[in-house]
């Protein structure tokens, strides 16, 4: 019997821990790219002798481009994999059916 009166599921702790794996994994991932960004932005936009405390206006102008063409270039990449993922599923639901159909797609 479960915690609350329910039947328990030993696969409730199975599903949390592959979600925890994948929340991990994401965040990871995440964290990578975003360091790749910072250190890339670093070696193409700042100078290597700091002679204030902010960014001056060629190093921020500098940044801004360059992550908002780093991020869309990432965007319109992970748009067109799904988009092909998503065609490809279409592609292999159209064959099942029109084998279902004996060959006929429309009725």
Same mark, same amino acid.
């Given at each position: 019997?479960?915690?609350?009166?329910?039947?328990?599921?030993?696969? @409730?702790?199975? &599903?949390?821990?592959?979600?925890?794996?994948? +929340?991990? /994994? $994401? !965040?990871?991932?995440?964290?990578? #790219?975003?360091?790749?960004?910072?250190? @890339?932005?670093? &070696?193409?936009?700042?100078?290597?002798?700091? +002679?204030? /405390? $902010? !960014?001056?206006?060629?190093?921020? #102008?500098?940044?801004?481009?360059?992550?908002?063409?780093?991020?869309?270039?990432?965007?319109?990449?992970?748009?067109? /994999?799904?988009?092909?993922?998503?065609?490809?599923?279409?592609?292999?639901?159209?064959?099942?059916?029109?084998?279902?159909?004996?060959?006929?797609?429309?009725?």
């Amino acid at each position: 019997m479960g915690l609350f009166g329910g039947s328990s599921n030993t696969a @409730a702790p199975a &599903a949390q821990s592959a979600q925890i794996e994948a +929340a991990t /994994a $994401e !965040l990871d991932m995440i964290t990578d #790219v975003f360091n790749r960004l910072v250190s @890339a932005c670093h &070696a193409k936009c700042i100078s290597d002798r700091y +002679a204030e /405390a $902010e !960014l001056n206006k060629g190093e921020s #102008v500098c940044v801004d481009r360059y992550v908002y063409y780093e991020l869309m270039a990432s965007c319109v990449s992970k748009f067109f /994999a799904v988009n092909a993922k998503v065609g490809e599923h279409m592609q292999a639901m159209g064959q099942a059916a029109g084998a279902a159909n004996g060959g006929r797609m429309f009725g």
